[in-house]
Nanobody, 122 residues
Framework: VQLQASGGGLVQAGGSLRLSCEAS????????MGWFRQVPGKEREFVAA????????YYADSVKGRFTISRDNAKNAVVLQMSNLKPEDTAVYYC????????????????WGQGTLVTVSS
């Protein structure tokens, strides 16, 4: 499945951004989806994941209570709503897809989006 991420930008600390990831396949609804982020010089880290039917969600401790992942299977899209952003949230954000949630959480997936840059100023 091909993924296209969008919605990044520059925001002040405490602000909000909404990232979107659209998938190319009609079988999107059978995939678990997730978001990762990466800062130059560091490993890509898990941010959030959502089960294929939206019934279960998973978050990194660093974003719990501030980020919300959701999906719209009719639109083949997954959304990451980010609130109360902090400078340490600055990174390139990537969406990921796999049929198995554990693989999405660990990043062991075959499908990645191209990344969208989020910059949070202090």
């Amino acid at each position: 499945v091909q993924l296209q991420a969008s919605g990044g930008g520059l925001v002040q600390a405490g602000g909000s951004l909404r990232l979107s990831c659209e998938a190319s396949r009609d079988t999107f609804s059978s995939y678990a989806m997730g978001w990762f982020r990466q800062v130059p010089g560091k490993e890509r880290e898990f941010v959030a994941a959502i089960y294929w039917n939206g019934g279960d969600t998973y978050y990194a401790d660093s974003v719990k209570g501030r980020f919300t992942i959701s999906r719209d299977n009719a639109k083949n899209a997954v959304v990451l709503q980010m609130s109360n952003l902090k400078p340490e949230d600055t990174a390139v954000y990537y969406c990921a897809a796999d049929r198995l949630v554990p693989r999405v959480i660990t990043g062991d997936v075959n499908s990645w989006g191209q990344g969208t840059l989020v910059t949070v100023s202090s």
